[in-house]
């Protein structure tokens, strides 16, 4: 496959982190400290799916065809205020999409995960050109009424979108799935049966952090190796490494074990935090639109999240701005 269309799309909100020490007990200095994060935009007056819509409205746009030329979407999304129907069937009636679609739920890894199903798809030659939006509001996980600051400083909302065909941009895939559910996990209460004796409340985001930490890296820095040797590509010869923007200290980590100057690692985080699986998608389309992608570079992309879920990939860009 090949990426021929970019969009992103984000709240008007921006949050600073001096703005949330009126919530929790946290410092501007601590949150820059130990994840780089300055702001993060959140939902307010819009909601996740006029993100996604609008993200989808400016891949679609951007890649020059119609919305009914789509003959697969995929959508990663961890949740949104519809449990059903899925968030691609809400978005897909709203940008004039009529192809079948569905959802993936592979927390921050969604957008690799999504690729590697595109590529599968077209492979199969069951879809000629597909659609993947990631749109996530991790924010609504965090606990805010109990004022837990270890979780609600890293999140924030966001979409970004890509629209694939066939072509050969992909070099070599990973994804990898280790159950480790008690690391970073959120439970939301579903209708109880008069037939249950124990209801399951639901709980905020939990998260251990340098559980989460260790994982992140030891995962990501497995996954890179494991697409490079695959591609057959030198890290020296990389131009940009696009990673899951989580935490400036996970992605100096990285850096450390491919041995890359920071120049290779493009970031938003200090305006985005972390928008889980939107945030490779929305991160590309920045680098596209600024004209920082040219045809012919090499890009490695990884990301990893809750599950504990984790992939990587070697593309060679090939779309002119
Ligand atoms: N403001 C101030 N203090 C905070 C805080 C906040 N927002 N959040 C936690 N703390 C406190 C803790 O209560 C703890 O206090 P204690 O020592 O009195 O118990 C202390 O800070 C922990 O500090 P430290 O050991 O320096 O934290 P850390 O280096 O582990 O950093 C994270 C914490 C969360 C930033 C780090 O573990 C991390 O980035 N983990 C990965 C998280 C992530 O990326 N999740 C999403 C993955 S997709």
């Not at 007990?25 to 994840?35: L, N, Q, V, Y």
């Not at 890293?154 to 159950?179: K, P």
Request: proline fraction near 4%.
């Amino acid at each position: 496959m090949k990426i021929i269309g970019t969009g992103s799309a984000m709240p008007e909100l921006a949050v600073t982190n001096e703005m949330l020490t009126e919530y929790f007990d946290t410092s501007d200095e601590w949150i820059r400290s130990r994840t780089g994060i300055v702001t993060r935009h959140l939902c307010s007056k819009e909601t996740l799916i006029d993100l996604g819509v609008e993200a989808c409205q400016k891949a679609i746009e951007n890649a020059g065809i119609d919305p009914k030329e789509i003959d697969y979407f995929i959508c990663s999304n961890v949740a949104n205020n519809y449990v059903t129907p899925a968030m691609s069937c809400v978005v897909q009636g709203k940008i004039g999409a009529t192809c079948p679609c569905f959802d993936i739920s592979c927390a921050c890894t969604g957008f690799i995960f999504a690729l590697d199903i595109a590529e599968s798809f077209i492979k199969a030659g069951r879809a000629k050109k597909i659609l993947i939006l990631c749109a996530e509001e991790p924010s609504k996980f965090c606990d805010w009424k109990g004022h837990d600051r270890t979780t609600s400083i890293l999140f924030g909302d966001g979409a970004g979108a890509v629209v694939v065909t066939e072509g050969d941009d992909l070099q070599s895939i990973c994804t990898a799935t280790t159950s480790l559910p008690d690391v970073l996990w959120y439970k939301h209460a579903m209708e109880p049966t008069p037939f249950e004796d124990g209801i399951e409340e639901h709980v905020p985001l939990q998260m251990d952090g340098k559980g989460v930490f260790r994982t992140a890296v030891t995962s990501s820095c497995k996954d890179v190796d494991q697409v490079l040797k695959e591609a057959n590509v030198n890290p020296d010869d990389v131009d940009l490494f696009v990673l899951h923007q989580a935490n400036f200290r996970i992605i100096d980590a990285i850096r450390n074990f491919v041995g890359q100057p920071a120049e290779k690692f493009p970031t938003n985080l200090q305006h985005y935090g972390n928008t889980s699986s939107a945030s490779i998608p929305i991160l590309l389309d920045e680098l596209h639109r600024e004209g920082k992608l040219k045809p012919g570079m090499q890009l490695v992309m990884s990301a990893f999240g809750a599950g504990f879920v984790s992939g990587a990939c070697c593309i060679k860009w090939s779309m002119e701005k």
